[in-house]
């Protein structure tokens, strides 16, 4: 314990290192979805936060209040989760639900409970960012070696690791905004800051293989998120410029694997090919690019009026590439409130027959989602108080569809607590994620302007990003995307600055805490009894 404290870690790094790999392992098993990969986690997870709160009743101080008051509104949440099982349709799968929700629970109360100081943080967001693009690596090479490569594939999109090809882009995108927030840092090794770019490069390109029409809205309003809390934004600009060159002149190679899987097996295997030579040398190339300038930025120190006409110069050319954006963006929409008409009579359309185009970004956005959130909403209007019952989608939907598709979710995450909670549900999570964010926006104000701010609008991205793309699909149902999410919600609201936590707490404040740990501990009880009980009667 001494070396890590002495290294600039904290003790919370061992139990979020733990919690990480446990990540890492979902995402390589189908993103954690199947009850036989999460079950065991949450007990795992349960046994990790009873751990640690030992030593916070001890030694830590009390965590602020609007972080335990943030924790009680999610278990309220919870609680109200099971307690809906008793008009659920499906009570066995409400039971899962449930359990589902408790793991959430137990994962932000790990990251929420004890201070992280910055570099802690900054191991466990570089590491899994690094560790998911080895993922996605491993996925392209298995794909490219195997005798049947579509069978990674699911309509010309990649959908492994997750089985789901939104829910694989989601993994991958909600990773590169730690790797680029520690990239442009100087405070971090710079040996580290080429490694983290160039996984942010392999992150990006392999999503586009996944073809997800849904980060094309996510990505976008995360990075916005990103840019506007990111400290010294022009070095963010500057440090992102490479992967996005990277990717754009990757982009065409990799764009040409959604046609060739539909193409038959020969030619997608020399699509994957090329994709994968094209990602090898991104991530050589930007590997390479970043370590020296990394290298350089440790050692150089331009004067004041230099760094200040840099910083101009990268203003204006993002300015103009808006607005070149928004000009390319108009003259291929035409009139912009036809366009979103037009779009949305598409939508309601729902999934239309017809041949594969030679990109799902360029396709239309007929899909029943229309119909799953029509039914969910008439749930919701029929209960409004207490909701149909957490996971009772899929027999709703079955007796009320206007499709021959049968989902277990209705693809939205505000519709699902709507729907299936009510409004009791609904003003809990909401009370929760408002809790949450105050938190974080406390702790931002705390962080300054050095590192601690950057793994601050690192974790808040990565965040931004799944809530927003989890609002328009069923990203809650895979543990490997929403546990992170909310892991990084929690530890933003918890970041120290750079001295972190001092002393002792006071004897009252130890008492509390002491008292917290005994609540904790016997919630948690019931946790594990619950969840191995849904286990063993599986």
């Not at 065991?40 to 602020?64: E, K, S, Y």
């Not at 800051?193 to 976008?220: D, Y």
């Not at 931004?464 to 809650?476: E, G, I, M, P, Q």
């Amino acid at each position: 314990m001494d070396r890590i404290r002495a290294a600039g870690f904290g003790v919370e790094l061992i139990p979020g290192a733990l919690a990480l790999a446990l990540f890492v392992v979902w995402a390589l098993t189908e993103g954690g979805f199947e009850p036989t990969a999460w079950y065991p986690g949450a007990l795992f997870v349960a046994g990790l936060l009873v751990a640690i709160a030992v030593p916070l009743a001890r030694r830590a101080p009390l965590p602020p209040r609007l972080s335990l008051l943030a924790i009680a509104a999610f278990a309220a949440f919870t609680v109200w989760g099971f307690i809906s099982i008793v008009w659920a349709d499906a009570p066995g799968d409400a039971w899962d639900g449930s359990n589902r929700t408790l793991l959430y629970l137990t994962v932000f109360a790990l990251f929420a409970l004890p201070a992280w100081r910055p570099a802690s943080a900054a191991a466990l967001l570089g590491a899994f960012s690094v560790a998911i693009a080895a993922v996605g690596v491993v996925v392209v090479v298995d794909a490219s070696s195997s005798a049947d490569p579509t069978l990674s594939f699911i309509h010309g999109s990649l959908a492994e690791p997750t089985g789901y090809h939104n829910a694989t882009a989601a993994l991958l995108c909600g990773a590169v905004f730690g790797a680029l927030a520690l990239a442009s840092r100087r405070e971090a090794p710079w040996a580290v800051r080429g490694l983290l770019l160039a996984s942010a490069t392999v992150l990006v390109e392999i999503s586009l293989l996944a073809q997800s029409r849904g980060s094309l809205i996510a990505f976008p309003i995360a990075t916005a998120v990103y840019l506007i809390a990111m400290p010294q934004r022009s070095r963010a600009i500057v440090a992102a410029l490479p992967v996005a060159a990277a990717a754009a002149l990757a982009a065409p190679t990799l764009l040409d694997v959604y046609p060739a899987a539909d193409d038959g097996d020969p030619a997608a295997a020399a699509a994957l090919d090329d994709a994968l030579r094209a990602i090898g040398l991104s991530f050589v190339a930007v590997l390479g690019l970043g370590t020296l300038a990394a290298f350089a930025d440790s050692r150089l120190r331009p004067p004041e009026g230099v760094s200040r006409a840099g910083r101009w110069a990268v203003a204006s050319l993002a300015a103009a590439g808006l607005v070149a954006a928004v000009a390319v963006a108009l003259n291929a929409t035409g009139d912009p409130v036809d366009w979103a008409d037009e779009r949305w009579e598409e939508f309601k359309a729902g999934e239309q027959e017809g041949t594969l185009a030679d990109s799902r970004f360029a396709g239309g956005l007929g899909t029943n989602r229309y119909d799953f959130w029509r039914v969910a909403l008439n749930e919701a209007r029929d209960r409004p108080l207490t909701g149909s019952g957490i996971e009772s989608f899929a027999v709703d939907y079955v007796r009320e569809r206007r499709s021959d598709e049968e989902p277990l979710h209705p693809h939205s995450l505000p519709i699902r607590i709507v729907s299936q909670t009510g409004l009791v549900g609904a003003l809990l999570f909401a009370s929760f994620l408002v809790l949450a964010v105050a938190a974080a926006v406390r702790a931002r104000a705390r962080a300054g302007a050095g590192l601690a701010a950057a793994i601050w609008a690192g974790a808040i991205a990565s965040f931004a990003y799944w809530f927003v793309h989890s609002s328009a699909d069923w990203l809650w149902a895979f543990p490997a995307l929403t546990a992170p999410a909310l892991a990084w919600l929690a530890l933003a609201g918890r970041l120290e600055g750079v001295d972190g936590p001092g002393g002792d707490p006071k004897p009252e404040t130890r008492s509390r805490v002491g008292a917290l740990a005994i609540i904790a501990t016997v919630v948690l009880a019931l946790a594990v009894a619950s969840t191995a009980l849904a286990t063993s009667t599986r």
